[in-house]
C-alpha cells in the first residue's frame, strides 16, 4: 500500500484535507463486507465525531469491557490519529469481537453487508442504552444522604418520564415511517408508526431510486382475503394501506433489493438492475412536508455475479473528493465513475459492481440551495 498510499497522497497534493485521513482496512479472510460498512461509516462525519468524543469521554473506565462499542470506538480513534495520511490498519480487535459476539460472522462464507450494518447499529443501541441505565441506576444509589437533602427540589424527576433513550445513533440515523390504513367503508385512517435505521427499496430494471421511493409508499388496496379488521365498523372491510416517511432521519441509509428468492429456481438471484441513484436526492413524494434535499457520501458496492460468493468495496466522498476503498487499497476516482455502479440495463452484463447501499445526509430543512 506504500506506493499506493503514497499515489493517493500525489494525487491529491495540496488539496489533501486538513486533518483528513484515508486508510485502507486489511482482509481477514472474508471480511470484506465488514471493511466496506466501516469505510462509509467512518466517512459519516457526525457519526465519526460523535464516536471519536464517546471514546475520549470513556477511555478511562476502569470496567472498560470490551466490546463491539469500544472496539469500533477504538478502531475509528486509531485511524483518525494516525501521524501518515495514507497506509493500511488492521481491524483485528474490532473482527475478533465481531465474531465473538454473532455466530452469523464466524464463518468464512461470504456475508451480507447489510445484515453487518443493521447487526453493527443495533448492537451499538444496546450498549449505549445499558450505559445509560447503568449510569442512572449509580446516581440513584450512590450518595443517599444527598439526596434526601436534594429530595424535594425536583419531586417529578423520578418515574414521570419514561420515554425510551434517545442515543447519538438514534440522531444520526432514526428515521419513523407511518403505515396508514383508511377503511373504505366509514374513511377512517388508522396510523402505526414504526422507527427504522434505514429504508430497503424493491427494485426495478431501469429505474431510479426517486421511483423506488414513489413504489415504496404507493397506495395498496385490501380486499378480498386481504381486508382490513376495522375497528370503527367492526368489521373486516376494503381498506387503502400507504408507507410514509413521517420524520425524515439525518442520515438516510437506502438498501436496494437486489438479492431476490426465485421460488422456481429454490435459491437466491442477484438482480443486477440498472437503478439510478442521484448525487443529491430529494425526498418529495414520501412526507407532507414536502422536498428535503440529501446529498450522496457513501455507497457500499456488492462485486459478483450471485449473492453467496464475490466482494464489497465502497465509494466515499470527503471534502468534495471521491475515493474508491478496496479493503487495503484506497484510490481517487472521478465523480463521474460514481454513475458506473448503476447496475446493468442488460440481463447478462460484463459488470458485476452494483449499488447496494447508499448513505444520504440531510442538507437541512427547507435548504434549497
Not at 465488514?34 to 473506565?61: D, I, T, W
Amino acid at each position: 500500500m506504500g506506493a499506493a498510499g503514497s499515489k493517493l497522497e500525489k494525487a491529491l497534493g495540496d488539496q489533501f484535507p486538513e486533518g483528513e485521513r484515508y486508510f485502507g482496512l486489511e482482509n481477514f479472510g472474508n471480511t470484506c463486507y465488514c471493511n466496506s460498512v466501516l469505510q462509509a461509516l467512518y466517512f459519516c462525519v457526525p457519526f465519526r465525531e460523535q464516536l471519536l468524543e464517546y471514546y475520549s469521554s470513556n477511555k478511562n473506565g476502569v470496567d472498560a469491557e470490551d466490546n463491539l462499542l469500544t472496539c469500533l470506538a477504538d478502531l475509528f480513534t486509531q485511524i483518525s490519529s494516525q501521524k501518515k495520511k495514507t497506509g493500511v490498519i488492521a481491524p483485528k480487535r474490532f473482527v475478533q469481537r465481531l465474531k465473538k459476539q454473532n455466530e452469523l460472522f464466524r464463518s468464512y462464507m461470504h456475508q451480507d453487508a447489510h445484515e453487518f450494518l443493521n447487526f453493527l447499529l443495533n448492537e451499538l443501541v444496546d450498549i449505549l442504552e445499558k450505559e445509560a441505565q447503568a449510569a442512572k441506576n449509580d446516581a440513584e444509589t450512590s450518595s443517599p444522604s444527598e439526596k434526601t437533602a436534594n429530595g424535594p427540589k425536583n419531586p417529578q424527576a423520578n418515574g414521570v418520564k419514561k420515554e425510551p433513550l434517545v442515543t447519538w445513533v438514534h440522531k444520526n440515523f432514526q428515521g419513523i415511517l407511518t403505515n396508514e390504513t383508511r377503511c373504505l367503508r366509514c374513511e377512517t385512517v388508522t396510523a402505526r408508526d414504526e422507527t427504522f435505521f434505514d429504508l430497503s427499496l424493491d427494485i426495478e430494471q431501469n429505474s431510479s431510486i426517486t421511483s423506488c421511493l414513489k413504489n415504496f409508499s404507493s397506495t395498496e388496496t385490501l380486499n378480498a382475503e386481504d381486508k382490513f379488521f376495522c375497528d370503527k365498523c367492526c368489521s373486516l372491510q376494503e381498506a387503502q394501506k400507504r408507507m410514509k416517511i413521517k420524520k425524515p432521519p439525518h442520515i438516510l441509509v437506502i438498501h436496494l433489493k437486489r438479492f431476490k428468492y426465485i421460488e422456481q429456481l429454490g435459491r437466491y438471484k442477484k438482480l443486477s438492475y440498472r437503478v439510478v441513484f442521484p448525487l443529491e436526492l430529494k425526498l418529495s413524494n414520501t412526507m407532507e412536508d414536502a422536498d428535503l434535499e440529501y446529498s450522496l457520501f457513501a455507497v457500499v458496492v456488492h462485486v459478483g455475479s450471485g449473492p453467496n460468493h464475490g466482494h464489497y468495496v465502497s465509494l466515499v466522498k470527503s471534502h468534495n473528493h471521491w475515493l474508491f476503498f478496496d479493503d487495503e487499497n484506497v484510490e481517487m476516482i472521478d465523480e463521474s465513475a460514481v454513475q458506473t455502479f448503476f447496475g446493468s440495463a442488460q440481463e447478462f452484463s460484463s459488470n458485476t459492481d452494483h449499488g447496494y447501499i447508499l448513505f444520504y445526509e440531510s442538507l437541512g430543512a427547507g435548504n434549497k440551495s
